[in-house]
């Protein structure tokens, strides 16, 4: 199945990548995102589970951060990228080895793509990769010429039936947060596609009540005031 993977650094990506996979799926759906803390359960054999999710996916989103490049082993000193069995750096490699869409995902105002040689030979092709730029304070918007890149590449999820916008099924009331279209008319507001009022009884009108437009009053029909009035006058 067609899917995004998404690759950061523990240490400089962690709060980006969920805010990333929280805005993927609204529009892919879980099946087509892959987050590894998300969509591993408890007990998961992580490498081989790893392997098989990348081995899916279409597409490598790799996220890069201010410290993506410098951050260090504790035990060996060394750059996490420049060891051989970093989890990153293997699933870069093996992406750009199957041909994938590689997409570096730049996180900071300051974040920068890493020039070939600041990276390991067998990812230094990452470099010439086209990268995008999304800031996690500004990820709605940053997060849309990504999304309509992916779309290319990667089917949306599915909307079951009868999901449309703006009323809830067989009720007829509108759904709180749903998008409304108004239209403004002299005497009130009418909302496009509302349930259909009751016809009013035969000889008897609406008016609007001036002091409060969205709330009509009867009246009764001009001919049957003029009548009452010549009846009085007789």
């Known amino acids: 199945?067609?899917?995004?993977?998404?690759n950061y650094r523990t240490g400089d990506g962690d709060q980006a990548a969920v805010a990333l996979d929280g805005e993927l799926l609204k529009v892919f759906g879980k099946?087509?995102?892959?987050?590894?803390?998300?969509?591993?359960k408890e007990g998961t054999?992580?490498?081989?589970?790893?392997?098989?999710?990348?081995?899916?996916?279409?597409?490598l989103l790799v996220l890069i951060?201010?410290?993506?490049?410098?951050?260090?082993?504790?035990?060996?000193?060394?750059?996490r990228i420049d060891l051989a069995h970093d989890y990153v750096r293997e699933e870069i490699r093996t992406s750009l080895e199957q041909r994938k869409l590689v997409i570096p995902v730049l996180?900071?105002?300051?974040?920068?793509?890493?020039?070939?040689d600041e990276l390991p030979e067998d990812i230094a092709r990452l470099s010439q990769r086209q990268a995008a730029r999304v800031r996690v304070p500004y990820l709605p918007t940053d997060v849309k010429p990504?999304?309509?890149?992916?779309?290319?590449?990667?089917?949306?999820?599915?909307?079951?039936?009868?999901?449309?916008?703006?009323?809830?099924g067989g009720g007829g009331t509108y759904i709180?947060?749903?998008?409304?279209?108004?239209?403004?008319?002299?005497?009130?507001?009418?909302?496009?596609?509302?349930?259909?009022?009751?016809?009013?009884?035969?000889?008897?009108?609406?008016?609007?009540?001036?002091?409060?437009?969205?709330?009509?009053?009867?009246?009764?029909?001009?001919?049957?005031?003029?009548s009452a009035k010549r009846k009085g006058a007789s």
């Open 1 to 6: 199945m067609a899917g995004i993977f998404i």
């Open 176 to 226: 709180e947060k749903a998008e409304r279209s108004v239209i403004a008319q002299r005497d009130g507001v009418y909302y496009e596609n509302a349930p259909v009022a009751p016809a009013e009884p035969a000889g008897r009108v609406r008016f609007a009540d001036p002091a409060n437009p969205a709330k009509p009053k009867s009246a009764k029909s001009t001919k049957s005031t003029k």
């Open 31 to 40: 099946s087509r995102v892959f987050r590894d803390r998300r969509s591993m």
């Open 146 to 168: 990504l999304i309509k890149e992916l779309r290319q590449h990667v089917p949306e999820k599915k909307r079951s039936r009868g999901s449309g916008k703006g009323r809830e």
């Open 107 to 116: 996180l900071d105002v300051d974040s920068v793509l890493p020039a070939a």
């Open 65 to 79: 951060g201010s410290e993506w490049l410098r951050l260090k082993d504790e035990r060996t000193g060394r750059r």
């Open 45 to 59: 054999d992580f490498p081989p589970e790893l392997r098989r999710e990348l081995e899916k996916s279409t597409v």
